[in-house]
Structure formats: structure tokens, C-alpha cells
């Protein structure tokens, strides 16, 4: 099970990260990846990363400003997200994939509930 959690409303330039705990299996045995979907449109690969946090990947959209990282003695991954911009406006999900990377949503076999992150201008 995957809870995603931290979003909110924040001004265009400004900072937020957003986390997602995990239970019920064994966190470091699965890559996970971040995504958004806004209002209107497919969901988005934003990052992921490798099970035990060594390899990164990030979506052009978000490269430079948004940082992925995990904390496995906690089950959790994170999302910070800097110089925020009103077009970052969207509901993210954390997803786990059995795969060592991924960046379609296809290859995720497990999905949190997401965050709603609002940018205003």
C-alpha cells in the first residue's frame, strides 16, 4: 500500500516536497517513481528511482528543480520540488514497479491514492 501525502497550495517560485510511505511488502525490493496528471490531461512521468537509491531519472518538464530520493530503514520516498511553476499544478503519485526503472506508467504495478499540488502565479 502506497500513501502519498505533503501537497498543498504554494506561490510560483516557492518550494514543497511531498512524501509517500509505503507497507504491506518490502520497500527496497521495488523502484519507484513519481507521476502527475493534471486536470484535462494523461498522466506524466516526473522520477524515478532505483531500489536502492543509486540511479535517478527525471522528466524534462522537471529536470534541475524537482529532486527524487528514498529512505528505505523508512519506507518512504520523496519528492522536493523548487522553483515551483503554475504549469507543476497537478495531483501527484508515488508508484513501485518490480522493474529497475521505469518511466511509463504501464510498468508500475502498485499505485498510491495522490497529493494535489496547486502553483498559483
Known amino acids: 500500500q502506497l500513501q502519498a501525502f505533503g501537497g498543498g497550495s504554494v506561490q510560483a517560485g516557492g518550494s514543497l516536497r511531498v512524501s509517500c510511505a509505503a507497507s504491506?511488502?518490502?520497500?527496497?525490493?521495488?523502484?519507484m517513481g513519481w507521476f502527475r496528471q493534471a486536470p484535462g490531461k494523461e498522466r506524466e512521468f516526473v522520477a524515478t528511482i532505483t531500489r536502492r537509491g543509486y540511479s535517478t531519472y527525471y522528466g524534462d518538464s522537471v529536470k534541475g528543480r524537482f529532486t527524487i530520493s528514498r529512505d528505505n530503514a523508512k519506507n518512504t520516498v520523496y519528492l522536493q520540488m523548487n522553483s515551483l511553476k503554475p504549469e507543476d499544478t497537478a495531483v501527484y503519485y508515488c508508484a513501485a514497479t518490480e522493474r529497475f526503472s521505469s518511466t511509463m506508467p504501464s510498468e508500475y504495478q502498485y499505485w498510491g491514492r495522490g497529493t494535489l499540488v496547486t502553483v498559483s502565479s
Open positions: 504491506g511488502r518490502t520497500f527496497s525490493n521495488y523502484a
